[in-house]
């Protein structure tokens, strides 16, 4: 009875594991599309946007307006994740590197839990 119990806690973590590990996928594959409406289902209800240096904060729709005109005007060639971590307080992130035409970004992703999910509250997409 032992041994099942253990398993199943095991299984349990590891699931966990995988999941918080691998948060990013969705939304790499979002940016990498260039699909501002499936970029917006990871956004918290307010994210703040740093576009060349030009920081604002943005509601959920707002934030998805902004990238569809971002994407637009810089569709992407490229887009990497080069470096995840987390901060001593928990707040995930990651690093990234997006491309179009002859313009490279590097780009930072942080996002909250909230209510057990994953969400971005905050991008910036700095010209390199």
Known sequence: ???????????????????????????????????????????????????????????????????RDFFKKSPPANFTIMHTGASKGGLQFAIGRYESGGTSYNVLIRVKDVSGQLLIHEMSFVKE
Do not use: C
């Not at 095991?10 to 260039?34: D, F, M, N, S, Y």
């Open 1 to 67: 009875m032992k041994n099942w119990l253990f398993l199943v806690l095991l299984g349990v973590a590891t699931t966990q594991a995988v999941a918080q590990a691998e948060w990013h996928g969705p939304i790499r594959e979002a940016i990498k599309a260039g699909d501002a409406k499936a970029l917006a289902r990871h956004f918290n209800t307010s994210i703040e946007i740093t576009l060349d240096g030009n920081v604002s904060s943005y509601s959920k729709t707002q934030g998805e307006f902004v990238m």
